[in-house]
């Protein structure tokens, strides 16, 4: 038998009915029944998002989402700050760079979170920014950003791209509340569905300035998406991925049936024995517990040992999948994918596989210590 345990964050466990909704007979993306199912899951993420501003939804993947983003907020030439934390921040970086940005970039260690006082003083360095980009969960690495902080330490009059693929529907947002210009997501990560949805909410102000953005684009074109989103009912320019917002409607139902700060709390809750789960198998988690991600840990290999080996181990032996680390972090590195429709079950099983697997590779450890400190955990959470 070969069941697995799917535990990288991204793509993510996808719940049956959700699949059933993929499977559901193709419709016309010109047709009432299209437009009635797009409008109410384009209302269910505006609601989970806290935007009353434009949600767009492009056929891609969350880097899909973030190009987007850069070529309709910033014209070739124009000065960005873009502050990152890890991979997925210097990848925000190198797509700016590309469309002619001149980004002024503020790199923090690899497993912290930014500095809102660092980040202030980098702004006053760089007065010509008008944008600033920045993640809000950094997948890498396993740490969070506080968006409300560092929101108070970009000037107002800079716009504030957040890339929140790997958190939208596992941590709060409040987009409007917040400030945030532009929030970027995709599909297959909290939001639980396969792969192959970008998601752009936009704020007016972020509106109104991509009229005047002078990069190339159609198929990303805000006001070309904004076009057709204002018809009477919503449509997208071109076909959408209609298996896949359908899917959403459903995926977006369970989210709302659960409440989002029982999500929220549910996140929280399974990271945390998850990391006590590690520790008491005598590892390190590289995040500190500040900064810690609700739906992603990354966990340092012990000395001498490639951590390719562990995961190797977990899935070949045990069926659970773990991913490896990214950039300089490659081989140093595991994560555990938290994140979406994942119970303290899955939790369980992945810091038991990763004990068993450690051992295997010789560390000293006495087995049952890891699930006995996450269900520890789970339990103190639930008597609360
Ligand atoms: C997964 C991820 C991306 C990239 O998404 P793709 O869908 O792989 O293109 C970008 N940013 C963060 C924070 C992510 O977790």
């Known amino acids: 038998m070969n069941k697995q345990l799917l535990m990288v964050p991204g793509p993510t466990q996808v719940a049956p009915e959700v699949y059933q909704k993929m499977i559901s007979p193709m419709i016309n993306h010109r047709s009432a029944e299209f437009e009635e199912t797009f409008g109410r899951a384009l209302a269910k993420l505006k609601r989970l998002i806290g ?22 907020m910033v014209s070739p030439g124009e000065e960005v700050v873009s502050v990152s934390i890890g991979y997925f921040g210097k990848r925000f970086a190198e797509i700016l760079k590309r469309h002619g940005a001149v980004v002024h970039y503020l790199e923090f260690p690899w497993g912290q979170a930014a500095e809102p006082e660092t980040v202030r003083r980098f702004f006053a360095q760089h007065p010509g920014a ?8 950094e997948t890498s690495t396993g740490a969070i950003n506080d968006l409300q902080t560092l929101r108070e330490a970009v000037p107002e009059q800079v716009m504030l791209v957040v890339d929140a693929v790997s958190s939208l529907g596992a941590a709060e947002i409040r987009q409007d509340d917040w400030g945030i210009d532009v929030v970027v997501s995709a599909s297959q990560k909290a939001l639980m569905l396969p792969p192959g949805l970008a998601i752009v909410a936009a704020s007016k102000r972020a509106m109104d300035k991509s009229k005047s953005v002078t990069s190339h684009r159609y198929y990303w074109d805000f006001q070309l998406a904004k076009k057709f989103l204002d018809r009477p009912r919503p449509q997208t320019p071109y076909t959408p991925c209609v298996s896949l917002v359908l899917a959403m409607d459903t995926a977006l139902d369970l989210i709302e049936q659960e409440g989002y700060q029982a999500v929220y709390a549910r996140h929280k809750l399974i990271a945390r024995g998850v990391r006590e789960g590690c520790r008491a198998a005598g590892l390190e988690v590289l995040a500190p517990e500040h900064a810690a991600s609700p739906t992603v840990t990354a966990v340092k290999a012990p000395e001498g040992i490639e951590a390719g080996k562990i995961t190797g181990i977990a899935k070949r032996r045990y069926g659970v999948v773990l991913a490896g680390g990214q950039g300089h972090l490659e081989g140093k590195v595991f994560r555990i994918g938290h994140m979406g429709y994942v119970t303290w079950y899955d939790a369980l099983a992945s810091v038991a596989a990763v004990e068993m697997a450690i051992s295997e590779l010789g560390v000293p450890v006495e087995q049952g210590r890891a699930a006995r400190a996450l269900q520890q955990v789970i339990m103190e959470g639930w008597l609360k």
């Open 51 to 72: 935007c009353s501003g434009d949600v767009m939804l492009f056929p891609g993947s969350g880097t899909g989402a973030m190009e987007a983003a850069a070529v309709n």
């Open 130 to 137: 008008t944008c600033c980009f920045l993640t809000h969960n």
